[in-house]
């Protein structure tokens, strides 16, 4: 491939990504993408005979690049969890905030197409323990599994460890995804929203922190 193709298509599959993010896929037209693109429909289609070509190459591209290694942080078993908790729920409103559109692309495909996000989700980390030979140094429940030492070691309160992850990333999407809410609600211009959302991360892991630990450990590590 000349380098003039390969300019074009990534020229295509940015302005692909612009339609996509906006109006999934199915709302999508090729039109629409070339119209996108400045180039004609006949030459969109030389390129990418189908929308469902462009849009998987689309997506694999936005999860490689944007939450694979978001979510990897929290299969890393070498971290401590506290600290795993922190880095994660930076990284994912700092990838976010960039790519505010990215949580509901994803949420799209989820419900879409499941399986082809758990596909190229094991290419990057294990998403069940049959996984982890393929990833030598990751570990699918590594978060659960420290919440559950940290039980045992009887500085974590017995929570339900797979309630809690699904509540931390809850509690992360929430605020991006309902951001034209929020700063409508709260009548709050762009440099506020940005404000709030660096509010709110610390919020979250405090938040976390709280529902974690018991109160004796949370206040000696304040303390720390």
């Known amino acids: 491939m000349s380098q003039n193709d390969k300019n074009t298509e990534q020229q295509i599959k940015e302005a692909a ?34 929308k469902e070509k462009l849009f998987h190459e689309v997506f694999e591209e936005d999860y490689v690049k944007h939450l694979a290694p978001v979510i990897m942080i929290t299969r890393d078993p070498s971290l401590h969890l506290e600290e795993m908790i922190v880095r994660f729920v930076k990284s994912y409103f700092e990838v976010m905030m960039e790519h505010p559109r990215l949580p509901l692309f994803i949420m799209y495909e989820v419900s879409r197409n499941p399986e082809r996000l758990m596909e190229i989700a094991r290419k990057f980390a294990p998403i ?18 420290k919440i559950e030492q940290g039980q045992q070691e009887g500085i974590y309160n017995p929570i339900d460890a797979k309630q809690f992850s699904v509540s931390l990333i809850g509690m992360c999407a929430y605020a991006i995804i309902a951001r034209t809410t929020l700063k409508q609600a709260f009548q709050m211009n762009d440099e506020e929203y940005e404000q709030f959302i660096e509010q709110r991360k610390e919020e979250v892991i405090d938040h976390a922190f709280r529902i974690l630990m018991k109160p004796e450990y949370y206040e000696q590590r304040k303390r720390s």
Do not use: C, P, W
């Open 128 to 145: 069940s323990q049959s996984d982890e030979k393929e990833h030598k140094d990751l570990k699918a429940l590594a978060m659960i599994e």
């Open 17 to 50: 990504r612009r339609v996509f993010h906006r109006e999934g896929l199915e709302g999508a037209r090729m039109q629409t993408i070339a119209d996108e693109a400045n180039i004609n429909k006949a030459m969109l289609h030389y390129y990418y005979r189908s």
